[in-house]
């Protein structure tokens, strides 16, 4: 059967489209690019809002990552808040198949802290954002098969810029399909910078984040972004975005998405409370890490807000408060990182 842009969700839907059906002819699609990054790919991802940058990553790099990662699920990077140390002789697989996503790893990883700087994510960001540009936030996820997706959302609900500047850079540790749960976009959704409405979804496809409704587009105008492990998708904090439960019989859909803006921006995110005495007015989360460029506000040192900890799956909200103290805890008592979150 031909394959058309419609009918590529109501096909994944009814789980019929098969791995890799989506690019045309075999070949990646538009917007898959290799660097050194043109100008058509900056303006693949000024229109549509998103970018693949493929073999971004060595597979020596990709290796390195999931090794790393069965490290963290093991707990030999430390205990993470929301999750309990396995049974002892507890294998590999069954580290990971017990946790969907893991919030902040950077912050006990050396390995994955040395990611957020990859010369591949630098050339990007300063491409499309500019040539200050901060990190905020990294998520690792396992999504071992049968794990839910994520519902339709845009980013800056979540972590909201002053500038629109927020960006994904998605690191593709296997090779991610329409089965196994590839991330699936809205192409040009961001370009009226409105954030939709959402709504919890009660749908049990999809883990915690709230769904997005009342925008101008259906299920039909969204594409699959399938990839090969050691492609990096960028996509704009606007875009609307989601992905589908691993429905493989086995494996993972491993990805670690770091979360990037302007250094020009201030970063009101704070999860709902100012810090006592803030107007949302100068609000700066300062819990950064620079990774190209100058920051214009470096006098403001930096601190610790958020502290690595397991997402606490399906349970409303997707918790990144839940077991954040707990792992600010955790942290300083570690010595990895001073707290002064007074401050
Ligand atoms: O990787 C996924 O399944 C979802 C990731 C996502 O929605 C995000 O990083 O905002």
Known sequence: ????????????????????????????????????????????????????????????????????????????????????????????????????????????????????????????????????????????????????????????????????SLTGGWIAMDDATVENGCLWVIPGSHRPGVLYYQEWHADPRFDCAFEARRYPWTDADAVPVEVRAGSIVFFNGYLLHRSLPNYANAGYRRALVNHYMSAASLLPWYGGTLPEGQHVSIADHRDIVMIAGEDPYAWKGTEQRHGPHVRPSGEGGCGNLKYNEEALTRLSEQGGHSSNRER
């Open 1 to 164: 059967m031909a394959v058309t842009h419609a009918s590529l969700n109501g096909r994944a839907e009814a789980r019929e489209l098969r791995p890799f059906e989506s690019w045309p002819g075999g070949a990646s699609p538009a917007g898959y690019v290799r660097r050194p990054l043109d100008d058509e790919a900056s303006r693949f991802f000024d229109e549509q809002g998103f970018l693949v940058v493929e073999n971004a990553l060595s597979s020596d790099e990709v290796d390195e990552l999931r090794r790393e990662a069965v490290a963290i699920c093991r707990g030999e990077r430390g205990d993470l808040p929301g999750t309990d140390p396995g049974p002892a002789g507890e294998s590999d697989d069954e580290a990971m198949r017990r946790i969907l996503c893991i919030h902040f790893p950077h912050k006990v990883s050396p390995v994955m802290e040395r990611q957020l700087a990859h010369p591949a994510i630098v050339e990007t960001l300063t491409t499309v954002i500019g040539p200050n540009v901060k990190c905020m936030q990294s998520m690792l996820f396992i999504k071992s098969a049968g794990k839910p997706g994520q519902a339709w959302h845009q980013d800056e609900i979540y972590i909201p810029t002053r500038d629109r």
